[in-house]
């Protein structure tokens, strides 16, 4: 008895000092020790919870360094013919019944004028009538103006015109496709998805793919999934535009007590935490702290704000509880950022009942503390 006594007086003067130590066996860290400090003056970081009061201004804030394209094109319908542009080639028949014509010889019904190329001035050189302006116009429309233009010095000329596109004319798809290459665009209202389409489709290996359209030096993005369920964004391209497609770079990390620790990619445009918790396969039975779900984020400078409209610390937590009805319905409604951090902080219990243990297993008791508390 007295063996005993003195076993439990020295099991509690183990846990006493045990208790001081901060670098106890763990898989992953307590809430308590990441938001250590963040009540000081001085903190560099700041904490916010993820609650139906805060989620308004939360979600209001500057998304996290900015966005890498600008924005997509709404689709305007444009003509149903081709256009003539700079660097188009056209085939001229000119006709002319006429016994006496400045442009047939004796007999000699048409005259071919071949390979005539658009200026970069819009303008084509045709002989006795000189420079004709052709650009932006339709091939029928080109065609009559060059009819009337031969009719001023030959009544019975009649003019044919055969129009081949010209790098103006034409898009290149460039990757993401089973057939990339450059496409001449057979009339001014060809999109892309037609383009798309035509290249053979997305290839099926991409995590949801993103649509990237090159423009006059800027860069224009939207995700694929967008694009086919929305018409009125399926965009109506112009001569030397370029289309790619690409994976969706965004991704998270997920680390601590959560059944997966890996890098996540997005695998839609928008994810919720809700969404994030189900990606990383939810929290560990045994070692998670469900009511400290922690996210983790880096803001730029420029986003910062003193008055409410912004983050006011570079390095910010977003504090989540799984375990009330307001935390899953907020976390369902708090969107995750590329390259943010979800960490799942392990319970304090698991500390608690790895001091035990190990205590026990000095003192040479071998019930368990799991035993002890059935």
Known sequence: MLIFAGRLLLLSASLTFLSSCGDLPGGAPNRAQILKGADAPDATFAVFPVTRETLPKLNAWPQKGGPKVAGWISREKGPSSQIIEAGDVMDLSIWDNGESSLLTQTGQKVVELKAIRVSPSGEVFLPYVDQVYVAKMSPDRARDTIQQKFA???????????????????????????????????????????????????????????????????????????????????????????????????????????????????????????????????????????????????????????????????????????????????????????????????????????????????????????????
């Open 152 to 374: 001023a010095i030959i009544p019975s000329a009649q003019v044919q015109l055969s129009h081949t596109a010209g790098r103006q004319s034409s898009v290149d798809l460039v990757s993401g496709v089973a057939n990339p290459g450059n496409f001449v665009m057979p009339d001014r209202d060809f999109t892309v998805l037609s383009l798309l389409a035509m290249g053979g489709g997305i290839s099926g290996t991409f995590e949801n793919p993103q649509v990237r359209l090159m423009r006059s030096g800027k860069l224009y993005g939207i995700s694929a999934d967008k694009l086919l369920k929305s018409p009125s964004l399926d965009t109506t391209l112009r001569g030397g535009d370029k289309v790619y497609v690409e994976d969706d770079d965004r991704y998270f990390l997920s680390l601590g007590a959560a059944r997966k620790e890996a890098q996540i990619p997005f695998p839609s445009e928008t994810i919720t935490a809700l969404d994030a918790a189900s990606l990383i396969g939810g929290v560990n039975d045994t070692r998670a702290n469900p009511k400290g779900v922690l996210v983790l984020r880096d803001y730029d400078p420029k986003h910062l704000r003193s008055d409410g409209s912004g983050p006011s610390k570079e390095r910010t937590i977003f504090a989540i509880d799984l375990t009330t009805a307001d935390g899953l319905f907020s976390a369902g409604e708090f969107q995750i950022e590329d390259r943010d951090l979800v960490l799942v902080t392990e319970s304090s219990v698991l500390k608690t009942n790895s001091v035990l243990d190990l205590l026990f297993d000095a003192m040479g008791v071998s019930t368990r503390v799991n035993n002890l508390t059935k």
